[in-house]
């Protein structure tokens, strides 16, 4: 990565560039550089959509300010990011461009409509020195801004700042020499001076001597000027010098052409005459030449191929190691291009394209393993949940039999259908998906039973000790909860058998609590018609009961009562009174025997006095 800012530049307002600030002049300069900062930013917003979630709301602009490259990613408010995923990315594909040249960097997030980024990272791009590795090394700090109080001052992250900015010029490429590492070879032919002249000198006397030159005088380069040689040799000053340097294919398809005819030329200059030798290398060199600028032809056609098929997405696995084969078959040939060749400029910005092309499927490549390994993954995955799935017994065993599906199933489906795995993941996601949907709804089952167990194995808990304590009320409406739990429990799950074990206590136990309910509400009812009968004006009597039978025993007050009645009704000779008196007390004694049949419980009635005065069997 080579950048630098010509003297003057446009200004880039905010997120999209203002044609009408750009100066024409510099636009022509800068055409190259723009396209390699538009593709760079391609590369980098596929990498983002391929790679990080939500990534296709992403947009990526790349852009040079005063010596440095910024590279401003935005999204929409509300995309989750991660921060630190999203610049490692950029870095990584960063680093894989070529360097040769230390490059400072920053990258920028900010959220779509907001004027300040959020967060910042500077990178310093420092060559190896090996360009053959081309593997930067890199030294980065980075800052989180939050977008309330931003920490950066608008100078530095503002991008709709008045400060020059430019897209990029032909300097993309200037002075770049990938092979300035590696040594001049050549090999020419030169017969030894200090014999060329003596020997071609020699010849001719011999020949005029001889009276037969008439005819080999008149060869070219022998006796009259060699313009052929001549031709030659301000091709090759003029490609030394690089005069020619060459604008477009057109003009490299004419020097190839050029350098065929005056190697050819050459040819007929004989050896023997004193140009010969030089004439040899010449034709040696211009060969070489023309060898080189059609292996550039052919390597800049396989480029433009490698550009065309990467408009498209990749069918395959395939499709996409083609691919890497055509941008290799494209680059190779012109980083064997030397600084001092006439096509160097001209396919700098090729090859800094092609390389950044490279890199893409590059990583292309490296994202289809990675769907190729889960798609391995899930297989193993599945086979051990068959696995677990034969073997579970507990609620535990069947969640984790679910829960490995789960896994399976999520690693198969987001393989997209630009990868080859696509096809074998849809089949076994077909296959995968009603195991995991089958002992989902196991696992929803065993959970539903365990549940309901557990439920009756409380109620019943709780049942007994309301029974222990003989709210017999409370207790049978827990037996109950207990009882129907336990019939709900789902039949044929691992807590069926030992819910059914349980059905027949449970109901013998709530059977007992409702008799023990009845006794306890007859015997509530008994004390209810004691307490009525007893009380009075004056109580009449005071009682108790129990399993054993009722004792009831008859006030002081009462029977203090009674007798002055009585003997008021002797005095007075009052008939109506002691009836009255007579008929209470046996409407007392009968009133006990009711309650001592409703009760089924004997009747015993003692006087004030302790003295046993009636009894009652029901």
Not at 23 to 51: C, G, H, I, M, Y
Not at 111 to 131: C, D, E, F, Q, W
Not at 468 to 476: G, I, L, R
Not at 548 to 572: C, D, H, M, S, W
């Amino acid at each position: 990565m080579y950048l630098h800012s010509p003297n003057q530049t446009p200004v880039l307002n905010d997120w999209e560039e203002n044609p009408n600030n750009l100066n024409p002049e510099w636009l022509k300069k800068s055409t190259f550089l723009q396209e390699d900062l538009r593709f760079l930013a391609q590369v980098l917003q596929e990498q983002l959509r391929a790679e990080v979630p939500s990534g296709e709301f992403f947009r990526v602009k790349c852009v040079v300010k005063n010596d440095k490259m910024m590279i401003l990613t935005q999204h929409p408010q509300g995309v989750a990011t991660d921060t630190e995923e999203v610049f490692d990315l950029l870095t990584e594909v960063l680093l894989a461009i070529p360097s040769h040249q230390e490059q400072d960097v920053e990258l920028y997030l900010r959220i779509a409509g907001v004027k300040l980024p959020y967060a910042k990272r500077s990178l310093t791009v420092v060559p190896n020195g090996n360009m053959a590795s081309s593997t930067p090394s890199i030294a980065a700090d980075f800052v989180e801004v939050p977008e309330e109080t931003p920490q950066t001052t608008e100078q530095e992250t503002d991008f709709s700042a008045t400060s020059p900015l430019i897209f990029a010029d032909d300097a993309l490429v200037e002075n770049y020499d990938p092979m300035a590492d590696m040594p001049e070879t050549s090999v020419t032919y030169n017969p030894p001076g200090k014999y060329r002249g003596i020997l071609g000198a020699g010849i001719l006397a011999l020949v005029v001597l001889m009276g037969t030159g008439t005819y080999l005088l008149t060869r070219p380069c022998v006796l009259s000027g060699c313009k052929q040689l001549q031709d030659a040799q301000e091709l090759q000053r003029q490609l030394q010098q690089k005069s020619g340097s060459l604008k477009s294919e057109k003009e490299l398809s004419g020097l190839e052409k050029r350098l065929t005819e005056v190697g050819e030329e050459l040819k007929v200059i004989p050896a023997w005459s004193p140009s010969g030798g030089e004439a040899a290398t010449l034709a040696a060199n211009l060969s070489e030449q023309a060898q080189i600028i059609n292996q550039v032809q052919q390597a800049l056609k396989a480029g433009s191929v490698a550009i065309e098929k990467s408009q498209a997405p990749a069918k395959n696995l395939q499709d996409l190691q083609s691919r890497q084969q055509m941008w290799r078959q494209a680059i190779a040939p012109l980083e064997a291009v030397k600084p001092n060749s006439p096509a160097y400029d001209l396919i700098q910005p090729k090859l800094a394209v092609y390389r950044v092309g490279l890199q893409a499927i590059n990583q292309q490549l490296q994202t289809e393993e990675r769907w190729l390994q889960k798609l391995a993954a899930a297989q193993k995955v599945a086979q051990a949940a068959t696995q677990r799935e034969g073997t579970a017994k507990t609620l535990q065993d069947w969640q984790r039999v679910q829960f490995t599906w789960q896994i399976a199933v999520n690693a198969l489906s987001p393989i997209p259908q630009t990868s080859s795995a696509y096809p074998e993941a849809q089949r076994l996601l077909t296959e995968y998906k009603p195991k995991l949907s089958v002992n989902r709804d196991r696992a929803t089952r065993e959970l539903l039973a365990a549940k309901t167990y557990n439920q009756a194995i409380s109620a019943a808990a709780q049942a007994r000790t309301y029974g222990e304590q003989k709210q017999w009320q409370k207790a049978v409406v827990y037996w109950n909860q207990a009882l129907t739990s336990i019939k709900q429990v789902t039949p044929g799950s691992i807590y069926a058998n030992q819910s059914q074990n349980l059905l027949d206590s449970y109901s013998t136990s709530l059977r007992q609590a409702e008799e023990q309910l009845q006794m306890a509400t007859v015997q509530q009812k008994n004390q209810t018609d004691l307490e009525k009968t007893c009380s009075g004006t004056v109580r009449i009597c005071n009682y108790t009961i129990d399993e054993r039978g009722i004792i009831v025993n008859i006030t002081p007050e009462y029977e203090q009562t009674l007798a002055a009645n009585i003997n008021a009704a002797k005095t007075q000779n009052d008939a109506t009174t002691f009836n009255s008196v007579t008929n209470h007390l046996q409407i007392l004694q009968q009133a006990l025997e009711v309650i001592s049949d409703n009760a089924n419980l004997p009747l015993v009635v003692y006087d004030a006095q302790g003295q046993q005065i009636h009894q009652h069997m029901p």
